[in-house]
């Protein structure tokens, strides 16, 4: 079946830092790739969409690539502010749409002044 | 203007005792889908909803129930509570497979069974 892996579990920078998170993922079709943001006390918020059709996405300063060749995508800001301190996570679109969206475990990112 | 909402947003349960969260969407969607999230283990699929009437399966049903009583409302029951059901639950909805694959959750429901 589908699965996701997302090695980083917390990852500590300053502000202006460079953010990257890297995702891989398995699965038999051509894969929708999602990434969702979690604030403290909140629901899951979609950031970014990437397809094998664009290959990319652009949301808020937060770029999301994907690369078919390592199977992976990554998540990455040139510059982070203290306000993008939440949860990070990848997400896999089902083979079967309808089936929900396989997470990766989340990546918490804190950013501090 | 929240597209999804959830009641209650914390619950307290006795193990044993019969909990009911309950999930309402004002985006029209078809589909809906009830996740928990813990520490380690992420998000998981519980049960999801195709439209009004259905209820299927996801990863982890067992002790849980769903009901789709309606377009909107889209509900989670725990017959029998286990304090291994302490979590936050989490509902989305979402039109997948129209190529608009992404869900949108609500605000989540934390769950404490004593």
């Known amino acids: 079946g589908d699965s996701v892996t997302q090695k980083q579990g917390q990852v500590t920078l300053s502000e202006d830092d460079f953010l990257f998170i890297n995702c891989t993922y398995s699965?038999?079709?051509?894969?929708?790739l999602l990434w969702y943001v979690q604030y403290l006390g909140q629901g899951p918020q979609l950031l970014l969409k990437v397809t094998t059709a664009n290959n990319k996405g652009i949301s808020r300063g937060f770029e999301a690539t994907y690369d078919k060749g390592t199977t992976s995508f990554h998540l990455q800001k040139a510059s982070v502010q203290e306000s993008d301190s939440a949860v990070y996570f990848c997400a896999l679109v089902a083979n079967n749409y309808a089936q929900g969206l396989t997470f990766g475990l989340g990546t918490r990112v804190s950013v501090f002044p | 203007e929240a597209a999804v909402t959830q009641s209650p947003r914390n619950k307290v349960a006795v193990t044993g005792g019969k909990v009911t969260l309950s999930c309402n969407q004002t985006n029209n969607h078809n589909n809906m889908y009830w996740y928990r999230q813990d520490t380690g283990h992420g998000l998981r699929l519980i049960h999801y909803s195709y439209g009004a009437g259905s209820t299927e399966k996801g990863d982890i049903p067992d002790g849980y129930k769903a009901s789709r009583p309606s377009q909107e409302n889209f509900s989670l029951i725990l017959e029998l509570a286990t304090p291994s059901q302490t979590s936050v639950y989490f509902c989305?909805?979402?039109?997948?497979?129209?190529?608009?694959?992404?869900?949108?959750f609500g605000p989540g429901t934390r769950l404490t069974v004593l």
């Open positions: 989305a909805s979402g039109e997948a497979g129209t190529g608009k694959d992404e869900q949108y």
């Open positions: 699965t038999t079709t051509y894969p929708t």
